[in-house]
């Protein structure tokens, strides 16, 4: 067992130091203030791939994206010493922004078996509406693959317009900081010797409806 437990965040705003940023270190600071490592990587604001669905980091083994010339395969190279996931983006149109969804789609697909089964949680920034419906599209990629959904006292959703503003939100930061404090309690104890190991999956029955 490691000694130091680390969690990866993952700013999906093209705002370097906006709301989203804001929300996520408020995490981060509870997260460390809980004895828990941190790190946060920026996606950028330079141009992303969305993913074809080539398949080829699956089925040649590759462990990365065959697109190499984005900040994908940045972020896929630090699962592996990740015990855990916060992942951030801003709401456009009631959805993530696309360049979160593309470069976090393609995370998911290629470096899958390091994210499998760690604790994971999503935070949403919303200036006023369609907050929620955001969220939801965020956790799909955990519930997908099996992450134990680390949860609030309120959706993790914090609202604000003006880099800084969602500072104002004072029960968007609470909720932050709970995550935090939610998220460390988890991977404490699932780091215990005795903890109980992770049931095993059953094979994959992949099927669709066109028959």
């Keep these: 067992m490691k000694n130091i437990l680390n969690v990866l965040l993952v700013n999906g705003s093209p705002r370097a130091n906006g709301n989203t940023a804001r929300a996520l270190k408020e995490v981060a600071d509870t997260l460390a203030a809980e004895g828990i490592g941190t790190e946060t990587v920026w996606i950028g604001t330079k141009p992303v791939r969305g993913c074809i669905g080539c398949w080829q980091c699956m089925n040649k083994s590759l462990g990365r994206c065959v697109f190499d010339d984005d900040v994908a395969n940045r972020i896929v190279e630090k699962l592996p010493a990740a015990d855990a996931f916060v992942v951030g983006a801003?709401?456009?149109?009631?959805?993530?922004?696309?360049?979160?969804l593309a470069v976090w789609q393609r995370v998911c697909v290629a470096g899958r078996e390091h994210v499998a089964g760690k604790p994971a949680a999503a935070v949403s920034v919303c200036r006023r509406g369609g907050s929620t419906a955001s969220y939801q599209c965020m956790n799909m990629p955990f519930e997908m693959l099996n992450c134990p959904m680390v949860t609030s006292q309120y959706w993790n959703i914090v609202f604000g317009r003006e880099e800084g503003e969602c500072e104002r939100d004072t029960e968007g930061m609470q909720t932050m900081r709970t995550l935090g404090r939610n998220m460390a309690w988890l991977l404490k104890n699932l780091k215990r010797g005795d903890a109980v190991p992770r049931p095993a999956p059953e094979p994959w029955q992949p099927m669709h409806f066109i028959r």
Excluded: R
């Design 90 to 100: 801003p709401t456009y149109y009631g959805q993530p922004n696309g360049a979160f």
